[in-house]
């Protein structure tokens, strides 16, 4: 069975330092990945996804991946934080074993940015 | 609008009363998710549609759930004799080309369910 974790339930950064958010992965095959954010009572948004390919994916709002197939993560980052980025972020994995029907998520990373 | 539509966007009731909650998704997504977000938890899977298939009813935690998808558009999410465990966020995705891997799933705003 496919697994994500995100072991931080947490990450403080200061405005224009940059932050990493920690993920994890467990499949069977070859993983298809994912990152969400959620702002305060919304759904959550699509920030960016790695199929194949280059192993630093560049996604929405200035934020990037890394994709490590031996440490099998998939960390996401950006080079300099905003205060507008603080928001609950979750990583995302489907399984080319699974029969594609579903994502699995971690239990989400809060982001908190300070000024 | 473009996006995934859900209704209500909040719902109190009292324990043991049914509820139905809609999601409009977006025009043209052959597939449909539903989830459930509990306070401090990530998302659990509850049932995926996937054009005229037989959906994916695995997530489903109880009897009490059940979900329809008309016409291969909007759904409703049907939780019968409420329970206070059942207060959550329930969020509805779909996504183009069905399941297709690299597709990401598009999500609604979802209904924030409270069981008094």
């Known amino acids: 069975a496919q697994s994500v974790a995100q072991p931080e339930d947490q990450v403080n950064v200061a405005e224009g330092n940059p932050l990493t958010v920690k993920c994890t992965y467990s499949?069977?095959?070859?993983?298809?990945l994912f990152w969400y954010v959620q702002y305060p009572n919304r759904g959550l948004q699509f920030l960016l996804k790695?199929?194949?390919?280059?192993?630093l994916v560049k996604g929405s709002y200035g934020f990037e991946a890394e994709f490590n197939k031996s440490q099998t993560s998939f960390h996401l980052k950006k080079p300099s934080a905003l205060v507008s980025d603080s928001a609950l972020y979750f990583c995302?994995?489907?399984?080319?074993?699974?029969?594609?029907?579903?994502?699995?998520f971690g239990k989400g990373t809060m982001l908190l940015v300070s000024p | 609008g473009a996006g995934v539509s859900q209704s209500p966007s909040n719902k109190v009731t009292e324990k043991g009363k049914d509820v139905e909650l809609r999601c409009d998704p977006i025009?043209?997504?052959?597939?449909l998710y539903w989830y459930r977000q509990s306070l401090g938890q990530g998302l659990e899977f509850l049932i995926y549609?996937?054009?005229?298939?037989?959906?994916?009813k695995s997530g489903l935690p109880s009897d009490r759930f059940s979900a329809e998808r008309t016409g291969g558009s909007v759904s409703t999410l049907t939780i019968q004799r409420t329970q206070q465990e059942d207060s959550a966020v329930y969020l509805c995705?779909?996504?183009?080309?069905?399941?297709?891997?690299?597709?990401?799933?598009?999500f609604g705003d979802g209904t924030r369910l409270s069981i008094l």
């Open positions: 790695y199929i194949t390919g280059d192993n």
């Open positions: 995705a779909s996504s183009f080309l069905g399941a297709a891997p690299n597709q990401p799933q598009h």
């Open positions: 025009s043209g997504h052959t597939a």
């Open positions: 995302a994995v489907r399984d080319i074993g699974s029969g594609y029907s579903t994502l699995t």
């Open positions: 499949v069977s095959g070859n993983p298809y």
């Open positions: 549609f996937q054009g005229n298939s037989a959906p994916d």
